[in-house]
């Protein structure tokens, strides 16, 4: 029955309004990712920006106060939504809504424009549930704000051909590399491809034009994050931080490359099978673009030598429309499984209906709808009097923003970068290891609160020294304080 009612709604999809499919996408974002609004901390990552587009705000430029190695725009996105909305979870995660709704936008109109609406649409839905769903992606990540400049970009490429959409699509381009840097072996193979496809059409001077208006787009993006460095006389902290740092983190990750191999293994075999099977026609300009998008974005992950879970979502959106071009040459099979296919999407986002239930749970035990130790340890200091001034957190480390306070050094901005004493050079740490920084952060500094968590390793557990100075530390200069829900908080002994 459910069968026939789609397929009875099949015709329609061709006469879809663009502004009615946004709607609808912008649904399905706020209604998968709502109850998430609430939660203080989803991803180290998405607190760090936080941390360091407040200071940003406040006047200091990224990488002077606080430090993380991310390009500069995903704090200037940040910073915006600060700026004009103050400290506001709601509107950071509102925002990041709209920017899936966007990317799963432009995933549509590829869709659309390569094959039909209704293939645009599926491919569109997914591309929201992907961006959404599974381990921290309710979160604002870095990969979500690349792809909400880089899809728009790829469909103005795919759908325009003059040198002013080219000169737009490099100024996107230029953001989404300065949202996320890896981006730039994908932008270099667009380039190459753009330009063999113009020496195949005889087009050389043409393309050579549309080429440089590409470039110029992007090299103006870059520019104008160098800018304010430039005109502040330190531009050495943007190119270190910018440009040497990722590609430092980048040569301490290779030896995990092992872990690339499944994403490797599936992609060649899914494009190979639709080769044999000719799902997929790769002598069409715009489908053979998507295929190399994806094999580059898979390229910069295999330079890095790493990937996690938000990193695929640099691959969904081009994956998807490729899948669904591949599948479209199967539509019996399509038919049988639509009844199930809308069920799995009714049942797939668990993770939003137990948040949903989390939320109001925390209501009525707590009063508020806003959850997680983010909230509940300032909230205990306060109550208890505790430092909260000269704080050093290492978990939740959101809380900082909450309670106005700083991190106490560059390297604690993001808690991991403690360990990471091959970036130390980058942000010109005086300290040149991990233990020098733990004893300036506890024999000098000497923190009044320590907040770690509870029944877990302070640290990634192949620090296993710095673990150990770590709560040896607590344990003889520290009172306990108390546990509140994951995070134990210690308190420095008056008498030190």
Not at 42 to 69: C, H, K
Not at 426 to 441: G, H
Not at 459 to 477: G, N, Q, S, T
């Amino acid at each position: 029955m459910l069968d026939k009612v789609i397929t009875s709604l099949s015709p329609k999809y061709e006469k879809l309004n663009d502004r009615l499919v946004f709607l609808w996408l912008f649904v399905i974002s706020i209604l998968i990712r709502f109850p998430f609004f609430f939660r203080d901390y989803i991803d180290r990552d998405e607190s760090t920006f936080i941390l360091v587009a407040q200071s940003w705000v406040d006047g200091n430029l990224p990488y002077t106060e606080l430090w993380d190695l991310k390009p500069p725009m995903v704090y200037l996105f940040f910073a915006g939504i600060l700026y004009f909305f103050g400290k506001s979870f709601i509107a950071i995660r509102l925002i990041g809504a709209i920017g899936v709704a966007i990317t799963a936008f432009f995933t549509y109109k590829i869709g659309r424009d390569l094959k039909t609406a209704r293939l645009g649409l599926w491919s569109a839905v997914s591309c929201v549930y992907l961006l959404s769903l599974f381990g921290s992606l309710q979160g604002v990540m870095s990969e979500h704000l690349s792809m909400l400049l880089f899809m728009p970009a790829l469909y103005i490429l795919i759908r325009y051909d003059t040198i002013r959409w080219y000169f737009l699509s490099g100024l996107l381009l230029g953001g989404s590399l300065m949202m996320k840097l890896n981006l730039a072996y994908t932008v270099l193979i667009m380039g190459i491809f753009f330009l063999i496809q113009s020496i195949r059409r005889k087009q050389i001077v043409s393309g050579v034009w549309k080429l440089i208006a590409l470039g110029s787009g992007i090299v103006l993006i870059i520019g104008f994050t160098f800018l304010p460095y430039f005109l502040e006389g330190i531009t050495k902290v943007w190119y270190n931080s910018v440009i040497l740092a990722p590609l430092e983190y980048a040569s301490m990750n290779r030896s995990s490359f092992i872990k690339l191999l499944p994403i490797c293994i599936l992609a060649g075999a899914f494009f190979i099978f639709c080769w044999k099977k000719k799902w997929l026609d790769y002598k069409n300009p715009k489908v053979l673009l998507l295929v190399l998008v994806v094999l580059g974005v898979i390229i910069s992950f295999l330079k890095s030598g790493k990937i996690n879970g938000h990193y695929l979502m640099q691959v969904y959106p081009m994956l998807l429309i490729l899948i669904g071009l591949a599948l479209a040459h199967a539509p019996r099979i399509l038919k049988r499984f639509y009844g199930f296919v809308v069920l799995f999407a009714l049942l797939l986002p668990v993770e939003s209906y137990r948040e949903y239930y989390a939320i109001f749970k925390n209501k009525v035990e707590r009063g508020t709808y806003y959850n997680g130790e983010g909230f509940t340890v300032p909230k205990y200091l306060i109550e208890n009097q505790l430092d909260t001034e000269n704080i050093l957190f290492f978990e939740y480390h959101i809380g900082y923003w909450l309670l106005g306070a700083t991190p106490p050094t560059k390297a604690t901005t993001h808690p991991s970068n403690i360990c990471r004493d091959n970036l130390f050079p980058f942000y010109d740490n005086p300290r040149k290891t991990p233990m020098e920084e733990l004893s300036f952060l506890l024999d000098t500094i000497k923190p009044g609160t320590v907040i770690i968590r509870s029944n877990k390793t302070v640290f990634d557990k192949k620090f296993v020294a710095e673990d150990h100075y770590v709560r040896d530390y607590l344990k003889r200069y520290y009172q306990f304080a108390g546990t509140i829900d994951r995070a134990e908080v210690y308190s420095r002994s008056q008498d030190l």
